[in-house]
């Protein structure tokens, strides 16, 4: 069974970087976490946090850029092994096998600054005095329900803003105001890793 920390910390990784995945010849879904070289000790935070569901510790992984092969990245990654643990998360944010944000969204942030904290550490960005979301992966109507779930249960102000074009669509993100980022700090001070301080401006534990 899952306790709360480890639940937490798939609830934000989901909203962010991390994946759920039911691999071929497994009856039971497996998390994966991958981010990049410079990003190895979250890395390495998260996997601490959860490796006693994790066989092979992190390792780095060469990545070839597909518009220029002379081009490589590097990350760290981790899987955890498949186990009946993850059936719930999955069935609650995938939908044939795509990841969706859920219905029940707003109870699952509820009490779950960790689950916060993560999201921005995987997905967040400052902007001048404000914070920025990347929830472009997402549909706008899911980015609504989003925003509304953040407004509603820590009292943000919280908006869905333009942000891009790719191939001819537009693209969106959420953005939380500068009133509300002062409440932010607040918030995750006891739950954002030093090395993402950065994210939040002005912020200091």
């Not at 410079?38 to 490796?51: A, F, G, I, R, T």
């Not at 509304?148 to 803003?161: E, H, K, R």
Request: charged content about 25%; glycine content about 4%; overall charge positive.
């Amino acid at each position: 069974m899952l306790i709360k920390e480890e639940k937490d910390i798939l609830i934000g990784s989901l909203l962010g970087d991390g994946c759920l995945r039911i691999m071929e010849r497994c009856k039971f879904p497996a998390f994966s976490v991958s981010h990049s070289e410079n990003q190895k000790d979250y890395v390495l935070w998260k996997y601490e946090k959860l490796k006693k569901w994790v066989k092979t510790p992190p390792w780095r992984e060469e990545r070839i850029y597909h518009k220029n092969r002379s081009r490589k990245t590097f990350s760290w990654r981790f899987q955890t092994l498949s186990n009946e643990v993850f059936s719930d998360l999955y069935n609650t944010f995938y939908k044939n096998g795509k990841k969706i944000i859920p219905e029940n969204i707003m109870e699952l942030l509820k009490n779950s600054p960790l689950a916060l904290a993560i999201w921005l550490m995987d997905d967040g960005n400052r902007n001048h005095q404000a914070v920025f979301l990347n929830t472009q992966s997402f549909s706008l109507d899911e980015q609504y329900k989003l925003a509304d779930s953040l407004n509603i249960v820590y009292g943000f102000n919280v908006t869905v803003n333009s942000h891009s074009r790719s191939k001819g669509k537009e693209l969106f993100r959420i953005r939380i105001n500068t009133e509300s980022t002062k409440k932010l700090k607040g918030i995750l001070k006891n739950y954002l890793l030093p090395s993402f301080y950065y994210k939040i401006p002005n912020f200091s534990p």
